[in-house]
């Protein structure tokens, strides 16, 4: 009787302990997929954020800043990184967020300015083009419209001031894309624009009626 007793609480010893381990697993792997998923899998965001402070204008110490040609409608950036692991995960990417942006997906849909960039590249009004030697990025953007120049250098006024600036990731850009969609650059695309938006919101589960969750 004693003996079965014994047999009876190992068992439900060793079943417990397997649940638990189970559990544990699941929560571990959940984090991390969470976590991937809200920094964008293969976006290198984590590591660029930690490391902002290592890139600077080439050849100075500044912070870098895009060079903007309004009249050719380009912005171009050439960035040094301080080591050559810095500037291929910069390299990378820019590259993940070209493939993203082409294939019609926003990681950051709370953000309208992120939106309309998306919009813009999803329907070629701009280009990107990336190189890098060494330790140094040139970027180079060239937009088709004056509606898509006006985002990209908001954008880059957002990843210079903000980005290379303080490492700061968190700050909503919205107003400043709803105040260029509103202008006449932007009147014969602004109701596809806006259409675009409402539904990239509403499928993340942002907008007006959603809960805004910032990445």
Known sequence: MQQKKFYTTVALSLLTAGLLVGCG??????????????EGEGSNIPYLRDHYSEYKEHGSAMTPTGVKD?????????IEADTLEGATKLKEH????EAHLKGDKNPRAWD??????AY?????????SVEQTNKTIVVSKKATTACAYDIISA????????????GDIKVDYS???????????????????ESYITQRQKMKGHGKDGDKQKH
């Open 25 to 38: 697993s699941d929560t571990s792997k959940s984090k991390n997929n969470k976590s991937k998923n809200s």
């Open 70 to 78: 309004a009249n050719a409608m380009t912005i171009n950036w050439t």
């Open 94 to 97: 820019l590259a993940f967020m």
């Open 112 to 117: 309208k300015l992120f939106l309309m960039e």
């Open 120 to 128: 813009m590249k999803y329907n070629g009004h701009y280009t990107t």
């Open 155 to 166: 954008h880059a006024d957002a990843v210079g001031g903000d980005f290379f600036g303080k």
């Open 175 to 193: 107003a400043r894309a709803e105040s260029i969609l509103s202008g006449v650059h932007c009147d014969t695309i602004r109701g596809d624009a």
